[in-house]
């Protein structure tokens, strides 16, 4: 039963236009969200979180909006760049109050970025 | 920087061996992680520790143990490997608190192919 989801395998874009990764997730009980990015050969970095209590974070070009209701968060890339070729995932964490630092990770998303 | 050193890029075992998979991290992190990464699945949590000695069942156990006998190592073992352990395994450690849990720092990972 996948609890973070991440339904496009793939994106494609042109450089210099935006870039809009998705991520809906089913425990009501998550209260903090984070977006890792993954080069090949690399392990996965983090990029840019947000807790339960915001609807929106920013951090230079990435923006990533939480609708509670919706149970959805997006990434937001403006502009993109050919660097910002990745895979991304979505994650997701329950324990925020805690030590453990348990997160649950999407399927990823795969972004090109065209010249 | 934050390391995290995952003992072999590349690993070739045979069905039924029993393999060892080694992670070490020079951050003196509390929490250490075991996760597989298979195409349309994402990242799924096999095991975690937040303490020597001491671990925790992730969402896909079955198949694994592990070992923490030192702060700094984490050790994970396929008992009697099987052909549907074939994937990319990534060790991570963070540091015990919550408001860290963005700091999560990924090896580089491991491409086990059991034959």
């Known amino acids: 039963d996948q609890q973070v989801k991440q339904n496009s395998p793939s994106l494609s874009v042109q450089e210099g236009r935006i870039s809009i990764l998705n991520c809906d997730y089913t425990?009501?009980?998550?209260?903090?969200f984070l977006w890792y990015k993954k080069y090949p050969a690399e392990g996965p970095t983090f990029l840019i979180s947000i807790s339960s209590i915001k609807d929106k974070n920013e951090d230079g070009r990435f923006t990533v909006f939480l609708n509670k209701s919706a149970k959805h968060l997006s990434l937001h890339i403006v502009p993109s760049q050919p660097g910002d070729s990745a895979v991304y995932f979505c994650?997701?964490?329950?324990?925020?109050?805690?030590?453990?630092?348990?997160?649950?990770f999407g399927q990823g998303t795969t972004l090109q970025v065209k010249p | 920087d934050v390391k995290v050193t995952q003992s072999s890029r590349y690993l070739v075992k045979r069905t039924g061996e029993k393999v060892f998979l080694e992670c070490v991290q020079d951050m003196d992190h509390e929490n250490m992680f075991w996760y597989r990464q298979d195409p349309g699945l994402g990242l799924r949590l096999i095991y975690f520790?937040?303490?020597?000695?001491?671990?925790e069942k992730g969402d896909i156990p079955e198949g694994y143990s592990v070992s923490r006998e030192k702060k700094e190592r984490f050790s994970l073992i396929l008992e009697s490997a099987s052909t549907n352990q074939t994937s990319m395994y990534l060790c991570a450690s963070s540091l015990a608190g919550a408001v860290l849990l963005e700091k999560l720092f990924f090896g580089s990972g491991t491409q086990l192919s059991v034959l």
């Open positions: 994650a997701a964490s329950s324990e925020f109050s805690s030590n453990t630092g348990k997160l649950i």
């Open positions: 520790s937040y303490d020597v000695k001491m671990k």
């Open positions: 425990n009501s009980m998550f209260d903090y």
